[in-house]
Nanobody, 121 residues
Framework: QVHLVESGGGLVQPGGSLRLSCAAS????????MGWFRRTPGNQREFVAG???????QYAPSLAGRFTISRDRIKDTIYLQMDRLKPEDTAVYYC???????????????WGQGTQVTVSS
């Protein structure tokens, strides 16, 4: 079992920045990709960004350029740097882990509990 714990959510003004963190623990020997999804009220969870053990990254096209995913292998933690935030970025952000990027976006990965991000003035 893989355990994922997110942190860093909160309230930020439009145009501001926020960095989310996700620490992984447990039986993660089969995990080769981690990433972020988000769910806005009334909508399905959508893919935001993913990163592999080899540091290959993938982004939702609409978010590339404002959001940056990174990882610290020593700390077994990934990050999501979110810049120039907009009110429509308001969502619950979930960390996810899977055996590959393909599995991350197409199959049921391991999920964290989610962290709320609210962009509002």
């Amino acid at each position: 079992q893989v355990h994922l714990v997110e942190s860093g959510g909160g309230l930020v003004q439009p145009g501001g920045s926020l960095r989310l963190s996700c620490a992984a623990s447990g039986s993660r020997f089969s995990i080769n990709a981690m990433g972020w999804f988000r769910r806005t009220p009334g909508n399905q969870r959508e893919f935001v960004a993913g990163i592999t053990e080899g540091y290959t990254t993938q982004y939702a096209p609409s978010l590339a350029g404002r959001f940056t995913i990174s990882r610290d292998r020593i700390k077994d933690t990934i990050y999501l740097q979110m810049d120039r935030l907009k009110p429509e970025d308001t969502a619950v952000y979930y960390c996810a882990a899977a055996t590959s990027l393909v599995a991350l976006v197409s199959m049921e990965p391991y999920w964290g509990q989610g962290t709320q991000v609210t962009v509002s003035s």
